[in-house]
């Protein structure tokens, strides 16, 4: 017998989807039936990316995809966004919390600034998303958060972004217990080294380095971590909660 994961009917919002993981995320999703909300920042070319994927979207299924801009650091523009959200769908089911950004540096060499505008982005961002999104999320819903194996393992030169995604997978604890009475499960993701024009910028000699970590001696895909969200947000994860679920291959620095 197959099981099909089945979300039609629900609404998803996805952050910073306008291209890798998070892009993933939302072909994932759709294809599951779910309505998607695709958020960009609205700087550089992000808002033509999330437009060009939610074309795509809805020419597979019309008014199943739309575009929300809004910076996740600007905790009035989160909130402006839900409020679209809600009156657009009536709320949401499934908040991803994706949007992040690097500004790698030795602890030595980081700015006040380099510092400061990832913790807003990678972390208050993440609290700006659940506070909002929670207002409008429907009973029954989850909250996945993007974590990193950065938290886990504290490369060189990324104080500012393992501070963050730690600060992210320990606040996904709490609001599984903060949303536990209204059924709302939240988890983190941990993903490795994912193949992302992210990940394009580690430079080669590190890269090689890497992979000695991992058993399965390949970087991950987005699809790979796209899956997992998709499972978390699903029936099947239905006792899944407050838990950070590596993706990266075996990885055991």
Known sequence: MSI????SQKTVLITGASQGIGAQMARLFHRAGATVAVNHPDLGGTRQDAETLVNELNALRPLSACTVAADVADAAAVQAMMQDL???FGGIDFLINNAAILRDRSLAKMSLDEWNVVIDVNLSGVFHCCKFG???MRDGGAVVSMGSIAAIQGFYGQ?????????????MRVVSREG??????????APGVI????????PENVRAEMMKNIPLARFGATEDVANVALFLCSPLAAYV??????VNGGWRG
């Open 4 to 7: 099909e994961i089945n979300l």
């Open 86 to 88: 809600k009156q657009r």
């Open 134 to 136: 929670l207002e409008i």
């Open 159 to 171: 104080a500012n972004y393992a501070a963050a995604k730690a600060g992210v997978q320990a606040m």
């Open 180 to 189: 536990a009475r209204r059924g709302i499960r939240a988890n983190a993701i």
């Open 195 to 202: 193949e992302t024009s992210m990940a394009a910028t580690i």
């Open 241 to 246: 909660s407050g838990q950070t679920i590596e």
